[in-house]
């Protein structure tokens, strides 16, 4: 692909989600698109995240332990500390980012199925500690969290007050595209430099990385920290939409499911777990017609669509002679 | 001279079995030295020890004086001992140039996060490998296949890669393990070639593991024997191939296997 037309798929995706869509729900009236939408665009941030670990070589089926912590920094920063939400959504990235790192060192040095296991158990983890720790205050949660606050700088008012908003969904909406056009920016970024060529030669063969001079565990290290950091912003910004948080906000269904979004977007694609997030979302509604089939039909185009496609859907791309 | 790599008293134990034992000896400088055995004698454990990626039992090894045993790895290959692998192991999914440009690591200056900001340094850097990476493939002549898919490669393009590879990190000293297995007489020819020009060209110290014994005694300046975790012999290839202990080890096999 040319310079050029990337440059027109990315200023035609910006208009259609910043212009194109706003008008059409504006223009049909449901506005309970915005918040799917909404949640389309910061699941996938924190799928953008197990993208990551995977471009390492490594199965994560623990993004919701972080999408949970981020939550809860976020929820404990605003409501107890008094901090401005805007403030508290990068904390809860670095808080998850050092996390990770702690919880990284170890179980990083573990391959296939073993750590993807590991990561299985760490929301569960997480569920459990929000549940006993003191400040996360249990089964209870955090509730009544009031909705993000003005952002100025120099008497100049970047971001308003979401709660003087006639349309907050909106407000919602924009910042959370906002938020998942920086992530993948910043992925895409990664994976087109130096970085994301030594994580390519860490997923396909550890021990010749190493031999070339590569510090492989302190590159694991990295990859993870910057996977757990978008799930911790996911998790936060979700919070504040939601305005308040459980123990069950992010459950092992969701960890597995941020793993989906990436195969079925397709692991060799920077865009894979946007597509597969927005796909598998709207999937499952489109579904819900179908009563209490819903899930056997669900599973069973999702096994489908594996078999056929065993390398994501933005494999066809590459089928017809494209390229990412 | 100092020599440039010593290994001194090497032991290592896989619990009861002795891998290696007490195993001693000094590369020079632009040396070109093969270290030969029977099947399972230590070779490749010895390799491994050198290029750290096991742990000695006791012993040590030294480069230009700097003990680097029990180093990481990565550690290791920084300070220009590197090796290569026995299974043709590359990046698959990667081309060839790809390969080499990615194993220029060692070589950056800027850093990770340079990278992805993509600082001045970092595109000179980007800049500086592609380039050494096309020196390498003209050195090795791989042209016509810089652009394919690793994984669709025949064997002895694989083994030209993988020393391609070893030759990006700019070694001062490349472990070869056993580069000529798999080939045919004139692949061979060509790959001894190539080693030589390696060390008259590049001035790097070749160190090799091998099975194929008239190459070995073409190509080595000198000749470590290893039998059963014990080094039986050293010396240059007309003395190993005179050698009682050697030819003992070797008895039972056919005599050209030593290359008389």
Known sequence: MTRTSKLIGVTAFLISVFIIVPWAIAASGRWDFYYTLTSVALLSIASAGVWLTFYIGRINIGQGAYALAGGYVSAVLVTQAGFNFWLTLPLAGLFCAGLSVLIGLPILRLRGVYFAMVTLVLTEVARLAALALPVTQGAKGITSIPLPGEVSVLGLTLIPD???LANPKLAFYLMAVLLMVICFAALWRIVNSRLGHLCRSLQQNEELSASIGVNTAYLRVIAYSISSFFGGIAG??????????Y???????????????????GLGYVFGPMLGTLLLYFGWDLLFA????????YSSLL???????????????????GRK | MTP??????VTKRFGGLVANSNISFDVAEGEILSVIGPNGAGKSTLF??????????????????????NLAPHKVARMGVVRTFQETTIFRSMTVRENIIVAHHLRSKASLLGFFLGTRQARADEAAFGGSADDIIAFLGLEAIAGELASNLPQGHLRALSMAIGLATDPKVLLLDEPFAGMNHDETMRMVGLVRRLRDERGVTVLLVEHDMPAVMKISDRIVVINFGQMIAE???????????????YLGSEDAAIGM
């Not at chain 1, 123990?247 to 977007?265: W, Y």
């Not at chain 2, 440039?4 to 008293?9: D, F, G, H, N, P």
């Not at chain 2, 491994?48 to 045993?69: D, H, N, P, Y």
Request: with cysteine.
């Open chain 1, 236 to 245: 936060a910004m979700f919070v504040a939409i939601s305005q308040s948080i």
């Open chain 1, 290 to 297: 179908t009563g209490r089939y819903q899930l056997l039909i």
């Open chain 2, 4 to 9: 440039i790599l010593e290994i001194k008293c």
């Open chain 2, 48 to 69: 491994k020890l050198i290029a750290s990626f096991l742990r000695t039992t006791s012993g040590e090894v030294r480069f230009r004086g700097q003990v680097i045993s």
């Open chain 1, 247 to 265: 123990p069950s906000s992010f459950q092992v269904a969701d960890s597995v499911n941020f793993m989906l979004n990436c195969f079925l977007g």
């Open chain 2, 235 to 249: 010396g240059t290839p007309a003395e190993i191939q005179s050698n009682e202990k050697v030819i003992e080890a």
């Open chain 1, 162 to 164: 979401f709660a003087t």
């Open chain 1, 303 to 321: 096994i489908a669509l594996m078999l056929v496609l065993p390398n994501g859907i933005l494999s066809l791309l590459d089928r017809k002679g």
